[in-house]
């Protein structure tokens, strides 16, 4: 039994970083003993999750958010105030110890930028007199917690006519009845003729998933939801756990009923610690309504339990297999391709992992019917997504769009500023042109060559915005996210990002351009996880449709046999010396 | 139970039980697929490396996490797929800090030996030179960290009795490394120690006092590839004009000689050279301006200053084909190991600070007339286009020969796996 104690781990270095600031060496010895492991084990973990520290942090520890849509919105100057008004320059905690001043990307809020957290509670839509006034009332002892702000749902657009499917009220156990009727083989049916897909942005058949897992002989299983949305400019899991905590538990329930497990695990990111509270008191209704943790009348004699487990700040915990990795107390380092989460998932028993907006619509799939479903959104493409939209707009939000809107028709709507550049699917999917304004978001193309396919976030960036530093950093953001386990994640990102500086500083020549291609597709074909594998994406699209920009970026005088040196630079340092 | 299945591996007809391992049975089939994580008794397999990426049913796929299955088609050997792999291995080179002329592992290495299989002359990619340091910490081992590619076989595979882990990945991203539990280290026998040396597939775990010595010519990697068909490799250098006088350059810049002392050990061959060519401007001949347009410019060392750049620019202003010879040259070898420090660090140290210099009696040099020294050692190739590398320190006399003859009459030529060194 010594293995399965390691799930604690995490839960453990939680509460010594929010009791003490950081974790000591001591507490280091004494979580290895405990768990039976070597000190460096410990350590390796701790290390992984940017969220734990292994020095002090302050009393107050503040996390801005560098992401590219909050760049947009003047984070540089939020930073700058952040750092005179608490005397603590980014990375460092001030000198008396109150404040520690920290990066993080993509917080999730990114329809109010800037924003950030402190303590772990939301600060958002800053701007300096803000930031003043909050350290000011910090600095009087005010709790970070009774100043916080209560982030705006922001839900800006629903399918014309009421036919919202996410966001109608919801009453608890309204599921359970028709889910006991159809039996799980009914699900299944449901959800075939549906045709819901993992909104992940893989786009998995979720009643193949299920019924592979269905069809796994051994137990226990487990039925895990992955609320670790990390792809910077996504925040449609916020806004549901917000709101739709009740169907997101039903859609779990009907998963273990479908499949056959009794335990689901909801794995909430880090940086969604102020929705703890609100979603165990949710589980905790059902609890109390005897639908979870007992057995449930309306299903049977089923008896499902729910309960939350938090990330420490880590992108790549998104990735299935590492959030099994990271739900096992380790670091969330993705595992090889070897075994499939339905054969072999969490510790190593069959396990069913799909995202927040997967299960909540499964769960309002089998309260509507799939007939009433595939009503909504064009054939082949049936439905509702939920798209996050933020940049330059002026309204940013959540748009429940039905499948099938063109990218005209959602700029419209949200107001984009003379939009240039569009980045659909967050930094790792797909850049595109406002020339390709007419294509249709849906998931009918799989390889997204004709209509576009859309994991949720929808980042818009004007004409006035420069390419290269958006890309510039998408790269360092790769560059830190990666798990660093195979070689072209890691050092491919790193190299990428030392040649798109060398692009930027106007050093390029066209075999530069050409090397950053193939390098991109090297990366792409070898890397270990979808990390790796999409992290050149939007760098490979934007090279080719925005081709005459990054021509006027290059270095044309030195383009032969000679390359451009900065001998300016480069002997800068002796310089020195010079008396 | 289970069952044979027949694979197809690059054309050849295979039959191999279902579930195992590609790698195994490509590896039993006497197949070659490069390698660095690849460990047959490590299950589930590691999958760190990617060099074993090969197509499989027309989908990239590393070997050594696929199971075969019946009626599986794999390609292993087609260009693109070679030069992907050769790409991973340079990764590596570029990230980390490998320096194999000093390096213990030197001839027992398992990446210098995979970039001698794949050929690798030069990395495509900038080196990173990343700050690294040495762990000296653990009483029995020494932790290189400059030399780990992260292929986590001792994290994987090194235990105490009792099983704990002695080696376990560390931060993230391009910041990972690979820490050592000093407690658990101690607990580990002899015979484990020089174990967990043995599956480093570098040099980054020495164990003190274990030596690897061995004469050049007797370690493990030196003399046989394990592909049979090596050696019948060929290669073809682009030549110049023709013209009826064949002129030589030859230059070391921040390099030390030896590579012109190896051009000298081409031996009796040396005869037939002065026949057949004239040098211009080159130590042999002491001239100090080219007299002439060349046909071949040969620079060693890399660049360090910025006479050297000037002098780099000059060669290939006048020289039709310019060969980086030697590991500085080509990247810039062991002086780079100064690139991970600031300039300033090492001219007070060398100047200023060092054991033989009096307190305050000493300048770090600075004139007007002296060249200027640059923040970092650079690779002649991020200066200007080079033709063509011969690694090396110094270079194989022989493989230096041929590429010459190749480029100066269009010899067509095979490197020998025995003539390609980087040390």
Redesign the interface.
């Known amino acids: 039994m010594e293995a399965p104690r390691q799930t604690l781990l995490l839960n453990q270095l939680w509460d010594l970083q929010l009791k003490n600031g950081y974790i000591n060496d001591q507490d280091i010895k004494d979580l290895a003993i405990r768990f039976?492991?070597?000190?460096?084990?410990v350590?390796?973990v701790v290390?992984?999750y940017h969220f734990f520290h292994r020095k002090p942090t302050g009393k107050y520890v503040i996390y801005l958010n560098n992401s590219i849509v909050a760049d947009l919105k003047g984070f540089r100057r939020i930073r700058e105030t952040f750092e005179r008004e608490t005397g603590a320059t980014v990375g460092t905690v001030d000198r008396t110890g109150t404040f520690g001043l920290f990066l993080t990307p993509c917080i999730g809020l990114s329809d109010q930028e800037p924003s950030a957290l402190i303590n772990f509670y939301p600060f958002t839509n800053l701007n300096a007199i803000k930031v003043k006034d909050i350290i000011g009332m910090l600095k009087k002892g005010v709790s970070p917690e009774s100043i916080c702000d209560q982030p705006a749902d922001n839900i800006r657009y629903m399918p014309a006519g009421n036919k919202t499917v996410f966001f109608k009220s919801f009453k608890a156990g309204c599921t359970l009845e028709r889910a006991a009727l159809i039996g799980p083989e009914g699900i299944l049916d449901e959800l075939k003729k549906a045709e819901l897909a993992g909104r992940g942005g893989a786009y998995y058949p979720t009643w193949k998933k299920w019924l592979a897992a269905k069809s796994q002989p051994a137990g226990p299983k487990y039925i895990i939801c992955n609320a670790d949305e990390g792809e910077p400019g996504t925040f449609k899991d916020r806004v549901l756990i917000n709101t739709q905590s009740a169907s997101l538990i039903e859609g779990m329930m009907l998963c273990g009923y479908a499949v056959g497990a009794a335990e689901g695990i909801i794995y909430l990111r880090g940086e969604y610690r102020w929705l703890k509270h609100k979603l165990e008191e949710a589980i905790q209704e059902y609890e109390k309504a005897g639908l979870l943790g007992a057995p449930n009348p309306k299903l049977n004699g089923f008896r499902f339990d729910i309960h939350v487990q938090m990330g420490a700040g880590?992108y790549?915990c998104g990735e299935e297999t590492a959030l099994l990795e990271s739900l096992e107390g380790k670091?969330g380092?993705p595992?090889?391709?070897?075994?499939f989460p339905v054969e072999k998932g969490y510790l190593q028993q069959p396990t069913v992992i799909n995202n927040v907006e997967t299960f909540c619509a499964a769960a309002r799939i089998i309260e509507m019917t799939a007939d009433a479903y595939i009503q909504l959104g064009i054939p082949g493409s049936p439905g509702v997504k939920l798209l996050s939209v933020s940049g330059d707009c002026r309204l940013p939000g959540i748009y429940e769009i039905e499948w099938g809107m063109t990218v005209a028709e959602l700029l419209e709507l949200c107001e984009a500023e003379d939009p240039y550049y569009i980045q659909v699917s967050g930094p790792s999917g797909e850049c595109i042109s406002i020339k390709e304004k007419f294509r249709r978001i849906s998931m009918l193309d799989l390889l997204a060559r004709k209509d576009i396919r859309c994991g949720g976030s929808f980042m818009i960036f004007s004409r006035q915005r420069d390419l290269v530093k958006v890309l510039l950093n998408f790269t360092e953001f790769f560059?830190?996210?990666?798990?660093?386990?195979?070689?072209?994640c890691?050092?491919?990102?790193?190299?990428i990002q030392?040649?798109l500086e060398r692009l930027d500083n106007g050093l390029a020549t066209e075999k530069d351009l050409e090397?950053l291609k193939n390098?991109g597709t090297?990366m792409k074909?070898?890397?270990?996880c979808g990390l790796g594998k999409t992290a050149t994406n939007s760098l490979i699209y934007a090279m080719d449709k925005f081709h005459d920009y990054f021509a006027g970026k290059l270095d044309k005088e030195f383009n032969?046999?000679?390359?451009r040196?900065d001998?300016e630079?480069?002997?800068?340092?002796?310089?020195?010396?010079?008396? | 139970m289970s069952k044979n299945v027949t694979i197809s591996i690059d054309g050849k007809t295979i039959t191999a039980e279902e579930g195992r391992n590609l790698m195994a049975v490509a590896r039993e089939n006497g197949i070659f697929i490069p390698s660095l994580c690849f460990y047959e008794h490590i299950e589930p397999p590691l999958g760190t490396c990617r060099v074993c990426t090969c197509r499989i049913n027309g989908k990239y796929s590393p070997a050594c996490t696929e199971k075969v299955s019946e009626g599986l088609q794999v390609e292993v050997n087609t260009p693109e797929l070679n030069d992907t792999r050769k790409a991973l291995v340079e990764m590596m080179f570029s990230e980390g800090n490998h320096v194999c002329p000093a390096c213990e592992k030197s001839g027992h290495c398992d990446l210098q030996h995979m970039g001698y299989e794949l050929g690798i002359s030069a990395t495509r990619f900038p080196h990173l030179f990343k700050d690294r340091l040495i762990d000296f910490n653990p009483r029995r081992m020494v932790m290189e960290h400059n030399r780990c590619i992260k292929c986590l076989r001792c994290v994987v595979d090194v235990k105490t009795r009792d099983g704990k882990k002695v080696f376990t990945y560390q931060n993230r991203g391009n910041e990972t490394f690979v820490g050592i539990d000093y407690e658990q280290e101690a607990r580990l026998s002899e015979e484990e120690a020089a174990n967990a040396m043995r599956i480093c597939p570098t040099g980054a775990i020495i164990v003190r006092g274990v030596s690897l010595a061995e004469p050049f010519g007797e370690r493990k990697f030196d003399m046989e590839s394990v592909q049979p068909s090596y050696n019948e490799r060929k290669k073809n250098i682009p030549r110049p004009p023709m013209m009826s006088k064949k002129i030589v350059a030859t230059v070391s810049l921040a390099g030390c000689f030896g590579c012109h002392m190896s051009l000298l050990d081409v031996d009796e061959e040396l005869l037939d050279l002065v026949e057949l060519v004239s040098f211009d401007k080159s130590p042999l001949t002491d001239f100090k301006n080219f007299t002439s347009r060349c046909h071949i410019g040969i620079i060693e060392g890399g660049v360090c200053n910025s006479e050297n750049v000037e002098t780099l620019r000059r060669f290939r202003e006048q020289c039709d084909i310019l060969v980086s010879l030697g590991e500085c040259s080509v990247w810039g070898g062991l002086p780079t190991m100064r690139n991970s420090i600031p300039l300033s660090e090492c001219l007070e140290e060398a100047y200023l600070n060092s054991a033989t210099s009096e307190p305050g009696a000493n300048i770090i040099p600075y004139h007007e007339d002296l060249p200027k020294i640059l923040d970092r050692v650079y690779a002649c190739n991020e200066i200007v286009k080079i033709d063509y590398y011969i690694p090396g320190c110094p270079p194989d006399a022989n493989h230096i020969w041929k590429a010459v003859r190749n480029i100066l009459w269009g010899e067509e030529y095979s490197i020998l796996y025995s003539e390609f060194k980087y040390d």
């Open positions: 039976g492991l070597s000190d460096v084990e350590e390796g290390s992984f880590s790549v670091r380092e595992r090889t391709k070897w075994y560059k830190s996210e990666s798990c660093g386990i195979c070689t072209p890691r050092a491919g990102n790193f190299i030392r040649k090397d390098w090297i074909n070898t890397s270990r032969g046999l000679n390359l040196f001998m630079a480069a002997t800068r340092d002796y310089e020195k010396y010079k008396n």
